[in-house]
């Protein structure tokens, strides 16, 4: 049985890593590759942190060889890979937390890691510190948002926790009720705002006036979402108590 699930999960690693490798391209631009990052949390959720780690590691070397793509496609995942599992696991399945992980690990350590090593190794110039921290968070803000979405559909149909014990001996169940997965609804509307802000203002540097008003209404549609579904999924429930 334990033989049958590590060559299942050698299986599952391999498709991801060419999964990630063929939809890195993506909405991808220097310093920004969203997709990586939806890999990256997938890989987490099912496999646990080290093998995403791999996974990340792995997809980050095929980019450098066949696509001519800098170090950063290494420095800007394998952080994040494994903080993203080691949330998870740490949360006993939450999936936020994995999104959580991925931001810390790729926006914050992977960014300022990524300083020293695209200017002394790669000879870029005019780079702080901080130069790569807006278009990371911004990416794994992307990508995280899809892959959360990916994987809770995952876990409302029980796919995900079968998937998990297929391949490996932890698995977590979809214990979120109505107020999580609104509260999560109306966190959307908060990342898509922060997507754009730090877009406009840190990366494409525009002051347009129709950015800010995109990114105000994307906060109220997705808190009055999140609000019909608190009430539409409330009353839901006190129908069934009632009968």
């Known amino acids: 049985?334990?033989?049958s699930k590590k060559i299942l999960k050698m299986i599952v690693l391999s498709m991801l890593v060419a999964l990630g490798v063929v939809i890195s391209p993506i909405l991808r631009?220097?310093?920004m590759c969203p997709m990586a990052h939806f890999i990256n949390i997938v890989a987490a959720v099912f496999m646990g942190p080290w093998y995403a780690l791999v996974c990340a590691v792995l997809i980050g070397i095929i980019r450098m060889v066949t696509m001519a793509i800098?170090?950063?496609a290494l420095t800007g995942a394998i952080f994040g890979a494994f903080l993203s599992g080691v949330f998870y696991r740490w949360s006993k399945g939450k999936l936020i937390f994995a999104v959580i992980g991925e931001v810390i690990g790729t926006g914050i350590i992977g960014a300022i890691v990524s300083y020293p090593v695209m200017s002394i190794l790669w000879g870029k110039e005019g780079l702080t510190w901080l130069f790569y921290v807006p278009s990371f968070v911004c990416a794994t803000l992307i990508g995280g948002s899809i892959a959360f979405?990916?994987?809770?559909?995952?876990?409302?149909?029980?796919?995900?926790?079968?998937f998990q014990l297929m391949i490996s001996d932890k698995s977590y169940e979809d214990k979120s009720g109505t107020i999580s997965t609104a509260s999560s609804i109306a966190a959307f509307g908060a990342i898509i705002y922060l997507?754009?802000?730090i877009l406009t203002t840190m990366v494409f540097k525009t002051d347009a006036k129709i950015w800010s008003y995109i990114a105000n209404g994307s906060v109220v549609i997705f808190i009055a979402v999140a609000v019909v579904y608190y009430f539409l999924n409330k009353s839901k429930k006190d129908k069934k108590s009632n009968v």
């Open 1 to 3: 049985m334990k033989n």
């Open 29 to 31: 631009v220097e310093g």
């Open 70 to 72: 800098p170090p950063i």
């Open 149 to 162: 979405v990916f994987l809770k559909k995952l876990m409302k149909t029980g796919a995900l926790t079968r």
């Open 195 to 197: 997507v754009i802000k």
